[in-house]
Antibody, heavy 126, light 111 residues
Framework: QITLKESGPTLVKPTQTLTLTCTFSGFSLSTSGVGVGWIRQPPGKALEWLALIYWDDDKRYSPSLRNRLTITKDTSKNKVVLTMTNMDPVDTATYYC??????????????????WGQGTLVTVSS | NFMLTQPHSVSESPGKTVTISCTRNSGNIASNSVQWYQQRPGSSPTTVIYEDKQRPSGVPDRFSASIDSSSNSASLSISGLKTEDEADYYCQSYDTNNHWVFGGGTKLTVL
């Protein structure tokens, strides 16, 4: 059974750096075809993709947030960490981590979320 | 990058069929697979469709999806609507650099 749980501060001040940890079980991030992604959702708004790290340590970032994001993994501890610098009130959101499957089928590449975490609400306020 | 546009809301009666569209504004909808996620109120999203039309195990076959290149859109259909289907639904795809894009979400009301 795959589970993921996000942890980190619930309140950060503007300009501070946010550090979120995704602790997972039921899979290894050293297995080919596996990734862990971060997605956020401001209150009452849509989902927004942030970043993704793959089993081979390849990384992808949202183009609009690339300069503020860093994603890393600790395979031995089953953890993925996301840092976001220069936090602003508009960054107030529920942050989800997710288990992503990556594979080829019929000469096309695919990836999708197989399992979502429960999410953690981060509020940015002074 | 491209955008995925969904209707803000749809509504239908129990037992009926509803279809939610997801239109890609640039690039070919068929060039990268489309996923659909269901998010019930107060809950995390769950995956109901991946790779355009595949259902994860445990998702009932009342959920189906397709791609229409002529309209450059994807569609999610839910037949035999139940009150438990009331949720927000999001489509998602990605570009050639594997940057993900989510649609704005559609609120499904089953009344």
């Amino acid at each position: 059974q795959i589970t993921l749980k996000e942890s980190g501060p619930t309140l950060v001040k503007p300009t501070q750096t946010l550090t979120l940890t995704c602790t997972f079980s039921g899979f290894s991030l050293s297995t080919s075809g596996v990734g862990v992604g971060w997605i956020r959702q401001p209150p009452g708004k849509a989902l927004e993709w942030l970043a993704l790290i793959y089993w081979d340590d390849d990384k992808r970032y949202s183009p609009s947030l690339r300069n503020r994001l860093t994603i890393t993994k600790d395979t031995s501890k089953n953890k993925v960490v996301l840092t976001m610098t220069n936090m602003d009130p508009v960054d107030t959101a529920t942050y989800y981590c997710a288990h992503v499957l990556c594979y080829d089928n019929n000469a096309y590449y695919h990836e999708y979320v197989q399992q979502w975490g429960q999410g953690t609400l981060v509020t940015v306020s002074s | 990058n491209f955008m995925l546009t969904q209707p803000h809301s749809v509504s239908e009666s129990p037992g009926k069929t509803v279809t939610i569209s997801c239109t890609r504004n640039s690039g070919n909808i068929a060039s990268n697979s489309v996923q659909w996620y269901q998010q019930r109120p107060g809950s995390s999203p769950t995956t109901v469709i991946y790779e355009d039309k595949q259902r994860p195990s445990g998702v009932p076959d009342r959920f189906s999806a397709s791609i229409d290149s002529s309209s450059n859109s994807a569609s999610l259909s839910i037949s035999g609507l139940k009150t438990e289907d009331e949720a927000d639904y999001y489509c998602q795809s990605y570009d050639t650099n594997n940057h993900w894009v989510f649609g704005g979400g559609t609120k499904l009301t089953v009344l």
